[in-house]
Each structure stands twice: as C-alpha cells, then as structure tokens.
C-alpha cells in the first residue's frame, strides 16, 4: 500500500496530465475549431484534473504539509509533466534552460522545506 505521501504525489501527476491536456491540449486537438469549443472541451478535462488534485492536497494538509510546500510539490510536478508533453506533443525542441529551470525549482524545493522539523 503507497504512503498517503507517495499517493498524493501520484495524484498531483494525475492531476497535471490532465491540466496540461486541458490548458494546452485543444491548441493540438481543436486548433480550428471555435473558441467556444476549446473552453467547453478544456472546463471538461479540467474537471478530471480537480477530481485528482483535490484529494492530493486534502491528504498533504492532513499530513501537516504547508501551503508553501503543497505549491512547490506542485510546480516541480508541473514542469516535469509539461516539458515531455511539449517535447513528445507539441514536437518542440528539448533546451537545456528547462534543466535549469528544474534546478532553480529544487532550489525553491530546498528553502520551502528546509525549516520542517
């Protein structure tokens, strides 16, 4: 059985599969259709995506994490979902500013969690 943690986690990357297809999804999917059509299909996705993200930082605050850390966890777990989809998706290059970027986030990880006890 997974660690309420380890299950939050697993949920948080649920959840932004499912954001990422919904914020960034209809350019690929539905890029002629009507506006109305690409709001209506991303309200949709992103329904799925709170079914999983609510739950996630429900069982994190049960846990004793902080806002702080909930946000963090949760742009880290975005930038790592995101760059695969743009790259495998949206056929985009792979730069080395995204690694970057994700250390600059684990230095935002290490001043977030540093002070927990």
Known sequence: MLSPTLLALCLLIISNCFMTLAWYGHLKILHDAPIWQAILFSW????????FMIPATKLLNQHGWSLGEMKITQEVVTLMVFVPFMIFVFKQPFKLDYIWAMLCLMGCV???????S
């Open 110 to 116: 290490y001043f977030v969690f540093r002070n927990q």
């Open 44 to 51: 949709c996705i992103a329904l799925l995506e709170y079914s």
